[in-house]
């Protein structure tokens, strides 16, 4: 298989997980606002992550973009109380006080 047939497959079975995760309503609160706002901030982290998955697999830059919109849609959408599921975050320490999520303190991490 040639580089450019392995780009173009590799592209086309990203656009089509995209279209699922596109398909789940957004969590609560999430605005496009900060859906831009975790792409920006996480760009970076989420490149290097891409490369240490796919290490050598030739990906097209359309196809890393489409990579990150992946991401943000899966963070920012509520895919798993669609399935009937429900999700969160557990932090655990040894503090004298209980802590709750606050997702505007984890934004501005």
């Known amino acids: ?10 592209a086309a079975l990203i656009r089509e997980e995209i279209k699922k995760t596109k398909k789940y309503r957004k969590i609560e609160g999430m605005s496009a606002r900060i859906a831009l706002i975790i792409r920006r901030k996480y760009r970076k982290d989420i490149a290097l992550i891409r490369q240490k998955v796919f290490e050598k697999l030739p990906i ?13 849609h899966l963070v920012t ?29 984890w934004m501005d991490r």
């Open 77 to 105: 959408g509520d895919r798993l109380r669609e399935r009937g599921q429900v999700s969160g975050i557990v932090v655990s320490g040894f503090g004298e006080k209980e802590q709750r999520y606050n997702r505007k303190l």
């Open 1 to 10: 298989m040639s580089e450019p047939d392995v780009k173009k497959m590799f």
């Open 60 to 72: 097209s830059k359309t196809t890393e973009r489409l990579i990150t919109d992946t991401v943000v």
